[in-house]
């Protein structure tokens, strides 16, 4: 089974690696940078359960919500903390929670395009359905949660000065 698996995988699954130890550094970053990848992981996970599940009301609400609860609530547990406000841009502490959302949304598209390559029946069953795209909303939620923290620091720091 290994062997149908194409070798690009591997490659993404390096890279990832590689993008969660960078950010496991202390780093410079800006709000914008931080929305900039908010979106793009927004974007890919909606694309991702559109090609799974199509344009069905169910998965893309399911979706809409896993956004939307991490997105709000996950502020507080997935936020970076003791930022430190810097000329035009924002000192971020070095985190593993980057690298294991990262890590987390390859295992869980890995399993779909795997369950869905071999023509695993579960993939089509409506509550899987809705816990895979609830799971891909989610992690794009707790990017956009990382996102929003940065942009309050730098907003709220701004206004102090």
């Given at each position: ?10 490659g ?40 799974a ?30 930022m ?24 869980a598209?890995?399993?779909?395009g ?31 949660a ?16």
């Amino acid at each position: 089974m290994l062997s149908q698996i194409p070798p690009w995988v591997f490659g993404v699954l390096l890279l990832l690696v590689f993008l969660g130890y960078r950010q496991s550094r202390d780093r410079l970053v800006t709000p914008l940078t931080m929305g900039a990848i908010a979106l793009a992981m927004l974007g890919l996970s909606l694309v991702g359960v559109v090609s799974a599940f199509g344009l069905k009301m169910a998965p893309l609400l399911s979706w809409a919500v896993g956004v939307t609860v991490v997105a709000g609530w996950g502020r507080s547990v997935l936020g970076p903390r003791e930022m430190q406000a810097m000329p035009g841009a924002i000192r971020v502490p070095g985190s593993w929670v980057p690298a294991g959302l990262m890590l987390g949304i390859f295992m869980a598209k890995f399993f779909l395009g795997f369950a869905t390559g071999i023509g695993l029946p579960i993939v089509r069953q409506p509550g899987f359905m809705l816990a895979a795209s609830g799971v891909f909303g989610a992690f794009s939620g707790a990017f956009a949660a990382r996102a929003l923290v940065v942009y309050r620091f730098a907003r709220d720091s701004r206004s102090a000065r």
